[in-house]
């Protein structure tokens, strides 16, 4: 049995331990088709998530660029109250490094790019949530004409481009603690590769990490909640040998949180770098950037 059908069968076996030990015919299933926003809680200091929005590097003219989605396309509530769920829906998502400008024109280096599936299982508690959620996700990255000298007909500081892709499972536990309008997400999770290239990175990675915001502090702006937030990523993955990658995120979102709205933050990058064809270098970065929640 692969990874992916592993994981799968882990996840049901965790979903069942969840629920509570009542009569099926007291609380049927039901099913909702387009349920709405998706229920796993944001992670936002993590680049393998979905987001759309632009970073940009204090101490150079680089920039990184996201763009992508997560839509949860089916619900199975388990309990006729809908305090305990079950999502199945799809992530598509690719963030660039953009080096420059020059002549109007974004000068796209590198891209990785993302597409999978999901399924999410949510207990609602009275002020707390559990969660845990499968990924199964390719990951492709690609060196772009950005990174190609037109005037020397080469590609730059001697780097080509390597077929890079990762298959992979991933599955994340958390908790969720809820209280008026603030909350507190931690989380932990390991991810494992079926297939990998090169051969050379590693096949597991770990991650764990906590996001908070509240919007008690201030009241409104322009008639909209303000909500201040920030999150820390650690991931542990490498190449030949591990190594631990930290994100950290600050900042504020107008809008609700789990709705539309517009995120400003300042960021901080300290590791292996974010982008899958630079897996061989160690960054060390501050970025100003925002986030559009649609």
């Known amino acids: 049995m692969n990874m992916p059908k592993r994981s799968l069968a882990y996840l ?51 920039m990184k660029l996201d763009i992508g989605s997560a839509m949860d396309f089916v619900q199975i509530s388990l309990r006729a109250d809908s305090t305990q769920n079950l999502r199945f829906g799809a992530d598509l998502f690719a963030y660039a490094l953009v080096t420059s400008y020059e002549g109007l024109r974004l000068q796209v280096d590198a891209l990785d790019g993302y597409f999978g599936g999901h399924v999410v299982y949510r207990m609602q508690l009275p002020q707390s949530a559990l969660l845990l959620r499968l990924r199964v996700l390719h990951l492709s990255s690609h060196l772009l004409d950005g990174h190609f000298d037109l005037s020397n007909g080469v590609w730059r500081d001697g780097r080509f481009p390597n077929p890079l892709s990762r298959d992979y499972g991933e599955i994340t536990a958390g908790y969720l603690w809820q209280r008026n309008s603030s909350e507190v997400f931690l989380y932990a999770g390991f991810s494992q590769a079926t297939l990998i290239r ?97």
């Open 12 to 62: 049901v076996l965790l979903c069942v331990s969840f629920m509570r030990a009542e009569d099926p015919a007291d609380h049927p299933s039901a099913f909702t088709f387009l349920p709405g926003r998706t229920i796993f809680p944001e992670i936002p200091a993590s680049y393998e998530e979905p987001r759309v929005g632009l970073t940009k590097d204090i101490n150079s003219a680089h």
């Open 198 to 294: 090169p051969p050379t990175m590693k096949r597991l990675n770990t991650m764990c990490g906590v996001a908070a915001h509240t919007g008690d502090w201030v009241g409104s702006f322009a008639g909209s909640p303000v909500h201040f937030y920030a999150a820390d990523h650690f991931r542990v993955w490498g190449l030949e040998t591990l190594s631990g990658t930290n994100m950290l995120e600050v900042g504020v979102k107008f809008g609700e949180w789990n709705g539309a709205g517009i995120r400003i933050f300042i960021s901080h990058h300290s590791g292996l770098e974010v982008y899958t064809q630079y897996f061989d270098m160690k960054s060390d970065d501050w970025g100003l950037g925002f986030g559009l929640e649609p």
